[in-house]
């Protein structure tokens, strides 16, 4: 297969743009009306566009992602997201932070200086390419769209132009989320909260080192990589006591 572009021939090129264009109409009406995208967009969404995983991320006040939604809902795209998460790398958040979209055509073939934590630990999974779209307000980062492919090849013109399509109607979601949760007079967004224990955790770690919640996270994060652990896992392990809390000092 061609290195340049996504093969054509592959079954991964989005329907016809008119198609599209009604999916995400329909996407948008479902959002205004309190749904998130898991309920506003049909399954597989992924494979619509042309990519065997997406994920939606927002970012938080303290430039964390946050994890709302995954296309397949487990499986690769929260696997990869949660790897970025814990190594504080990678392409999902260079484009959160730069507010450009990040594409990697190969990432087996990649500068391993360009994300030196992720590429590795990426290595171990099925991914070969990856492309990452900011979800921006008014010139502000608010979120990041990705998606995951397990073979090589950089997304076409068209394939992108989809992608932003997709990327802009998320943005309606994650603004419209906003004003959601400040009246509460909207059906459930059907959100699945993937780093609850995370949080949970973290907020536990801090209260019993007496440390800010920064750093507990700081701390459970490097824990997880030092020993080659799950994040959620470990997460779970201090909730339920299974893990001393001073073992972040070991």
Same mark, same amino acid.
């Given at each position: 297969m061609a290195r340049d572009q996504w093969d054509s021939?592959?079954?991964?090129?989005?329907?016809?743009?008119?198609?599209?264009?009604?999916?995400?109409?329909?996407?948008r009406r479902a959002i205004r009306s309190g749904y998130?995208?898991?309920?506003?967009?049909?399954?597989?969404?992924a494979r619509?566009?042309?990519v065997d995983a997406l994920t939606l991320n927002a970012l938080t006040h303290e430039r964390q992602?946050?994890?709302?939604?995954?296309?397949?809902?487990?499986?690769?795209?929260?696997?990869?997201?949660?790897?970025?998460?814990?190594?504080?790398?990678?392409?999902?958040?260079?484009s959160a932070y730069e507010g450009r979209t990040v594409t990697?055509? $190969?990432?087996?073939?990649?500068?391993?200086?360009?994300?030196?934590l992720f590429l590795p630990a990426a290595a171990g999974t099925p991914v070969r390419a990856v492309v990452a779209l900011p979800l921006l307000l008014g010139g502000a980062g608010v979120g990041v769209l990705t998606g995951y492919r397990t073979t090589p090849g950089s997304p076409?013109?068209?394939?992108?132009?989809?992608?932003? $399509?997709?990327?802009?109607?998320?943005?309606?979601?994650?603004?419209a989320d906003v004003a959601v949760q400040a009246n509460g007079t909207t059906p459930g967004?059907?959100?699945?909260?993937?780093?609850?224990?995370?949080?949970?955790?973290?907020?536990?770690?801090?209260?019993?080192?007496?440390?800010?919640?920064?750093?507990?996270l700081v701390r459970l994060r490097a824990h997880a990589t030092a020993y080659d652990r799950a994040l959620a896992d470990l997460a779970h392990a201090f909730l339920t006591r299974s893990l001393a809390a001073d073992a972040l000092h070991r």
């Open positions: 021939d592959s079954g991964d090129v989005p329907p016809p743009r008119d198609a599209l264009t009604e999916l995400l109409a329909r996407a998130g995208p898991g309920r506003a967009l049909p399954s597989p969404t619509l566009f042309g992602l946050e994890l709302l939604w995954a296309d397949p809902p487990d499986g690769l795209g929260p696997e990869l997201d949660t790897l970025q998460y814990t190594l504080g790398d990678g392409p999902t958040l260079q990697e055509p $190969d990432l087996a073939a990649a500068d391993t200086a360009r994300w030196p076409t013109t068209r394939q992108l132009d989809v992608l932003r $399509d997709l990327a802009a109607t998320l943005l309606l979601f994650l603004t967004t059907g959100l699945r909260l993937y780093r609850a224990e995370v949080h949970q955790a973290t907020g536990y770690l801090a209260a019993e080192l007496d440390i800010p919640l920064g750093q507990a």
